[in-house]
């Protein structure tokens, strides 16, 4: 065999081996993300998220897409129907919004995170629609309008700059803010030298960077190169990139964390009741926050899902968060409601994941918040049985929504 025959048939090898190499990288691939989606709930939302040039910013298999924006970093893209989820032209969740209000309708604004958005429930089951529901019961001869405001993911910063350069347009009677387990959250994936900011805003900058090698992009075709990158981002230092990386966090929060969320939410209410509308502050729970037992064993297994760790940092830290909720409120006079209360003494299932409420649990913060978002609308009735006003901890016998 000549020495040209040699390097063609080892050329034809490594050839072979390569391509076996990137079939079996993209079987693995497809394999995990399988088994991700059979061990996440049938209910939990999953996005996809994409530059404004079409490059994917992470790998998760979902149908949802959201897209970068200059001014909240990203959102949902506009105008999308999935299963039981609308997305307007707006990227906002639900139906179409229009800027002119009629002279007698009352207009609730909410601004918010993936719970208030309703991540894992349906447009009609989310608190914002049953919400509009209740109100209209309440006060049939008024048009009572319920915006969902809220985004996938969104911290207060980015509630903030939304509120400030779009949602505000919309003339809204009352603002509710809806808030606390996103901030800390962020600052327990954040590093505790950077700002306690979403790590996705890193990935982003990543990303946008990387954007101008295009060598480099090319290689990333290759599910095998993409792989190998995976492995060198998880052995470097820096802040955790997800949930379950933050899961392997000690239990601490940032130092920065509730006071920057503290600064954040009182310039929402400032910029709110400057516009004329009146505030209503609400803090988040979770399913390690539920005061009640015998806890589901569904719940139990989420508890576990995240870890000792962030259990212990939730119970120990997360309070400072909803303290900042209080303090902001008592200071310029507003009234706070712990979403926690809503789910005191509730013996049935409440969470289709570790954070997201199910359809009882948007439904129970709805009847929660109902009376106050009433008053501070000016709408006529009181609460009565069946009202919005009748007390959450009366549902604690209902059937099991999922």
């Known amino acids: 065999m000549t020495g040209t025959e040699i390097a063609l048939a080892a050329a034809g090898l490594l050839l072979a081996s390569a391509i076996a190499l990137e079939l079996g ?47 909240v970093l990203y959102r949902a893209q506009p105008g999308q129907r999935l299963d039981g989820l609308t997305i307007n032209s707006l990227g906002y969740r639900g139906e179409e919004w229009t800027k002119e209000k009629r002279p007698d309708a009352v207009r609730i604004l909410v601004v918010g995170s993936s719970i208030a958005f309703g991540a894992g429930v349906s447009d009609e089951q989310v608190f914002p629609a049953v919400l509009e529901r209740l109100l209209r019961e309440l006060a049939p001869d008024r048009r009572v309008e319920v915006l969902n405001g809220a985004g996938l993911g969104y911290n207060s910063s980015q509630q903030l700059v939304a509120l400030a350069t779009e949602l505000l347009d919309y003339t809204p009677d009352v603002v509710i803010v809806s808030g606390g387990l996103i901030d800390f959250n962020a600052g327990r994936l954040a590093a505790i030298d950077r700002s306690p900011v979403n790590p996705v805003y890193d990935r982003i900058e990543e990303v946008l960077f990387d954007g101008v090698h295009r060598l480099r992009n090319t290689l990333r075709l290759s599910a095998l190169y993409r792989g190998l990158e995976r492995r060198i981002e998880a052995l470097r230092p820096g802040p955790a990139r997800s949930p379950q990386m933050a899961s392997a966090l000690p239990a601490r929060d940032h130092p920065g964390g509730a006071a920057r969320y503290c600064a954040t939410l009182e310039r929402m209410c400032h910029l709110a009741r400057g516009a004329g509308a009146k505030v209503l502050i609400l803090t988040e729970a979770e399913s390690h926050l539920r005061r009640v037992d015998p806890v589901p064993a569904a719940e139990l297994a989420l508890r576990r899902s995240k870890g000792p760790a962030y259990e212990e940092a939730i119970l120990a830290h997360y309070p400072l968060y909803v303290q900042a909720g209080e303090d902001v409120a008592r200071a310029l006079g507003l009234e706070h409601f712990d979403l926690t209360q809503a789910f005191h003494d509730v013996k049935d299932a409440l969470f289709v994941d570790w954070v997201h409420p199910n359809a009882l649990g948007h439904r129970l913060i709805a009847r929660a918040i109902a009376p106050s978002v009433a008053a501070l609308g000016g709408l006529a009735g009181e609460a009565g049985d069946g009202s919005p006003g009748r007390a959450a901890s009366g549902a604690g016998t209902e059937k099991r929504e999922s």
């Open 25 to 71: 990288q993209r079987l693995s691939d497809r394999l995990k993300r399988s088994r991700r989606r059979a061990a996440r709930s049938p209910r939990m939302l999953q996005f996809h998220l994409f530059s404004e040039r079409g490059v994917a910013l992470n790998d998760k298999p979902g149908a949802l897409v959201l897209v970068l924006h200059p001014y």
